[in-house]
């Protein structure tokens, strides 16, 4: 918990006195120019107060929703609209009295995207207007867009995008076509790298990253059309191969888990697709072959599909190629993870063509298994033991998948399990001993 | 500076805007459009009540498309022309691609499927918004109404299930049938439809719950 400011001094001033830094009255002097230190308990009764403010409004709210159907139309539709002007004025007065206050602005921004939804849905159940989930949540989405920008607030940043993915998955629900999801990610992108430029490795800069990657895991399987089927497997091979890849250009390589969004996602979701990628219902009826011309299936939209196949697939390449040259040595996991599209890509090409599901099988069980090597071996040369439990954590969640398997007999499966087990063990209690010993 | 507060006009002039001019128009329809009544029947899924609102489901919901070219996918917006029948309750008579020369009409959507010549549609209001409170009691008391009837199956000699067309077809008969003493009344004007009252047994649904709630009367 940061000293307040005064009470440090409080604390310094006697200590210069001591050691003649100062005399006793210029002590007093600079003490002097400084009000009496908060109490201690300042910042327990701001919280206090807030919570309390909280529960009076929360029982404001349930005691109008208690009377809604005594109040006239007219009085329902002010109450409708307060929050929203009283989000707009707290708007105004954060423009003109606290814009340097980062606080201040992300409150007045995520306030008043709140109240713009509220208002809305509430207007439409007063005057039972009849409408569907998809238009309000466009509406809504991009109304709150300019707050991102006027307040440079973030947290407004991440609800839109989860408004854009959600209008997605809702417009893709009715049977439309999801295109406009990449516009309308696109519209957010010059307010996330404006981020990252001036805060690298700082706060914001990690929750918009952890944003844009939950949104777009979603997204991306979303929006896409799909008439050609199993073109995902590239797609998403691609989206996290290049997720993982950007991460190395511009987050740190170590540092609390929050703080590397791209490498995190990156890596958790290339290991995730890989262990999908060891069963065979991803592969089967996949290809040219079994290529869907009846609608619902746009034709059109489905350019999107190879649009973002071949932008984030070269993209992977130029990446991987400046990653690893000209010191790939040790790079391991990043020249893994970065091949997995041009693999995804083979074993999709060839499955369409032969039929046979085996092959793309039996290479992904190895590749996951080799991922998870690679990740505990960087954890070795780094010295990171969480890095470490890490490989071995993907090695397990490959052999707990395979556990499902009814195919491998009883006895390998035990063998395997408890080789695993042995293994977390063994490295855990040799790295604790080495510790130990080092210090 | 001065842009920052430019936009923060903007921004404030769209937010409110928008459900202004909801409100604007609804009030509009709900003062100048005629009314009709459209006749309410049973739910299919049968989850009547969700949360804050009571879906809706009516019998009017195939009509005579002609000239129409439809995909059956696709959802198409269509204009369908509101009568009155002789039964006083409002019938679809025929949907087209731009609206109807004279008389009122109403935005539906299409699926394109066909139904003894006729085409499936949507009407717009599919839902009653009612007070979190209210709504179970409306389930409590409406709930045996708006369920489906059972279909009539019929068995063999030797206990097998024998569904005959005869009786799928009259079970299909009883779903679409409409339900007794329940409909909504609308307003329709320029192609906008605003659901004015839910109506059961002649009176307003939040009448009916009350009267019919027991001796503490409405809470």
């Given at each position: 918990m940061k000293v307040d400011p005064v009470r440090w001094l409080d604390g310094e001033l006697p200590r210069w006195v001591d050691r003649g830094l100062v005399s006793s009255e210029q002590a007093s002097g600079i003490r002097g120019l400084y009000g009496e230190a908060p109490p201690l308990n300042r910042r327990l009764m701001v919280v206090i107060s807030a919570l309390g403010a909280l529960l009076i409004g929360a029982g404001i709210i349930l005691l109008l929703a208690y009377n809604w159907n005594q109040f006239s139309r007219p009085l329902r539709t002010a109450m409708a609209f307060a929050p929203l002007l009283a989000s707009l004025g707290l708007t105004a007065w954060v423009l003109a009295k606290r814009f340097s206050s980062a606080p201040w602005r992300e409150a007045a921004a995520t306030l008043t995207t709140l109240s713009i939804g509220a208002c809305i849905a509430l207007v439409s159940q007063i005057y039972q207007i009849p409408g569907n989930l998809a238009n309000f949540l466009l509406t809504w989405t991009l109304l709150s867009l300019p707050l991102v920008y006027l307040l440079d607030a973030s947290l407004a940043a991440v609800l839109y995008m989860a408004g854009a993915t959600g209008w997605c998955i809702e417009a893709r629900a009715v049977w439309?076509?999801?295109?406009?999801y990449w516009p309308l990610m696109a519209l957010v992108v010059p307010h996330i790298y404006g981020v990252y430029r001036r805060e690298w490795g700082g706060q914001r800069p990690a929750f918009l990253g952890w944003g844009a990657s939950l949104a777009l895991s979603v997204g991306v399987g979303v929006s896409i059309?799909?008439?050609?089927?199993?073109?995902?497997i590239p797609i998403y091979a691609s989206l996290y191969a290049l997720t993982f890849l950007v991460a190395g250009f511009i987050e740190a390589d170590q540092g609390a888990f929050w703080r590397q969004p791209l490498g995190k996602c990156g890596l958790i979701g290339g290991v995730v697709l890989s262990l999908l990628l060891t069963m065979e219902w991803p592969w089967e009826e996949i290809g040219w072959h079994y290529y869907r011309h009846e609608p619902p299936y746009f034709g059109m939209a489905s350019m999107v599909d190879y649009l973002l196949l071949i932008v984030m697939f070269v993209s992977v390449i130029v990446l991987l190629v400046r990653t690893l040259y000209p010191r790939a040595q040790g790079e391991w996991v990043k020249g893994l993870l970065g091949l997995m599209p041009l693999a995804a890509l083979v074993g999709y090409s060839f499955t369409a063509a032969s039929?046979?599901?085996?092959p793309p099988v039996l290479f992904f069980n190895l590749f996951v298994i080799g991922l998870g090597v690679a990740v505990l071996g960087e954890g070795a040369r780094k010295g990171r033991l969480a890095t470490v439990n890490g490989g071995l954590a993907i090695i397990s969640a490959w052999a707990v998948f395979k556990f499902f398997d009814?195919?491998?007999?009883m006895l390998l499966r035990g063998l395997v399990f408890i080789a695993l087990g042995a293994a977390f063990l063994g490295v855990n209690l040799v790295w604790l001993r080495r510790k130990e010993r080092q210090s | 500076m001065k842009r920052r507060w430019i936009i923060f006009g903007l921004v404030a002039l769209a937010a409110l805007a928008i459900p202004i001019w909801m409100i604007v128009t609804q009030e509009r329809v709900l003062a100048q459009g005629s009314v009709y009544k459209f006749q309410v029947r049973p739910?299919?899924?049968?989850?009547?009540?969700?949360g804050r609102y009571m879906a809706l489901d009516f019998t009017e919901d195939k009509a005579p498309a002609p000239g129409v070219p439809l995909d059956r996918f696709y959802r198409q917006e269509l204009f369908g022309k509101v009568v009155t029948g002789e039964d006083g309750f409002a019938d679809i008579e025929s949907l087209s691609v731009k609206p109807p020369a004279e008389g009122d009409y109403v935005k539906v959507r299409s699926w394109g499927y066909r139904d003894e010549g006729k085409v499936r549609f949507d009407l717009p209001f599919d839902r009653y918004y009612l007070r979190e409170d209210m709504a179970p009691k409306a389930e409590e008391l409406l709930s045996e109404r708006l369920r489906p009837p059972e279909p009539e199956i019929n068995k063999d000699d030797e206990g097998k299930l024998d569904v005959s067309p005869e009786a799928l077809e009259r079970w299909n008969e009883q779903r679409n049938a409409p339900v007794p003493g329940v409909y909504v009344t609308v307003r329709v004007l320029d192609g906008r439809a605003a659901l004015e009252e839910l109506w059961v047994d002649g009176q307003p649904i939040l009448e009916y719950i009350s009267e019919h709630e027991g001796d503490d009367g409405e809470e």
């Open positions: 439309s076509h999801g295109i406009f059309e799909r008439n050609m089927p199993g073109l995902w039929e046979l599901v085996w009814g195919d491998l007999s | 739910v299919d899924p049968y989850d009547p009540f969700r």
